[in-house]
């Protein structure tokens, strides 16, 4: 099926320990987002990707990383991984006039 | 600094009720509002609204904006169970570039039998 296919699903990590979150999406969209989720808290966006070869900063980047790969890749990177940084974490993709297509999520925790 | 409040942050409801969620926006050159439905997993996509006064439908839910006093409304009317989710409100504006969301916390509904 066409959509945003996001890995892995869930990950427990140790303080410290690197890790990268996947995104790819099939629908030759030109944006790509990368989100987190906490209670309470909605959608904070981290890092975003307006078209292949540009990644800008969101409201929440501090301690992530990002990679645009190409059109259909793009993804997030905990270099060292903090408590703070538990949560569910979710990639989408868009293209103007629409709105987002997100991806299942990745439920990670850091220990 | 872009703002979308949305209230009431949760909501219990019996079934066959008609509800109302809010949310309002403070943001640098509004370009769209979007809601969204979150069930288990990821958000899915209801309505986008760029006109103000132009009612968005779909079934029992129904939106609109008032780009005037900056807030839209969700309503929906006969509420089920299977509508017991998180209701996200976003905005799209010049604060980030290209379709970048800010997004609100969120209006939790549960709806009883």
């Known amino acids: 099926n066409a959509g945003v296919t996001q890995t892995p699903k869930f990950q427990v990590l140790k303080t410290g320990q690197s890790m990268t979150l996947q995104c790819a999406q099939d629908?030759?969209?030109?944006?790509m987002y990368w989100y987190r989720q906490d209670p309470g808290m909605g959608l904070r966006l981290i890092y975003y990707?307006?078209?292949?070869?540009?990644?800008d900063k969101g409201e929440v980047p501090n301690g992530y990383n990002v990679s645009r790969l190409n059109k259909r890749e793009f993804s997030l990177r905990l270099e060292s991984a903090a408590p703070s940084q538990t949560s569910v974490y979710f990639c989408?993709?868009?293209?103007?006039?629409?709105?987002?297509?997100f991806g299942s999520g990745t439920r990670l925790t850091v220990v | 600094e872009d703002k979308v409040v949305q209230s009431p942050l949760s909501l219990v409801v019996h079934e066959g009720d008609t509800v109302t969620l809010n949310c309002s926006y403070e943001?640098?050159?509004?370009?769209?509002l979007l809601w969204y439905k979150q069930e288990k997993k990821a958000p899915t996509f209801l309505f986008m609204l760029?006109?103000?006064?132009i009612e968005k439908k779909s079934g029992r839910l129904s939106s609109i904006l008032d780009k005037k006093e900056l807030f839209s409304i969700l309503n929906i009317t006969a509420t089920q169970t299977g509508d017991s989710a998180i209701y996200l409100c976003?905005?799209?504006?010049?604060?980030?570039?290209?379709?970048?969301?800010?997004f609100g916390k969120g209006t939790s509904l549960l709806v009883t039998p």
């Open positions: 976003a905005v799209r504006s010049d604060r980030y570039s290209g379709y970048a969301l800010n």
């Open positions: 943001v640098t050159n509004f370009r769209s």
């Open positions: 629908m030759n969209h030109n944006s």
């Open positions: 989408a993709s868009s293209e103007e006039g629409f709105g987002y297509t």
């Open positions: 990707s307006a078209s292949e070869g540009t990644t």
């Open positions: 760029t006109s103000s006064g």
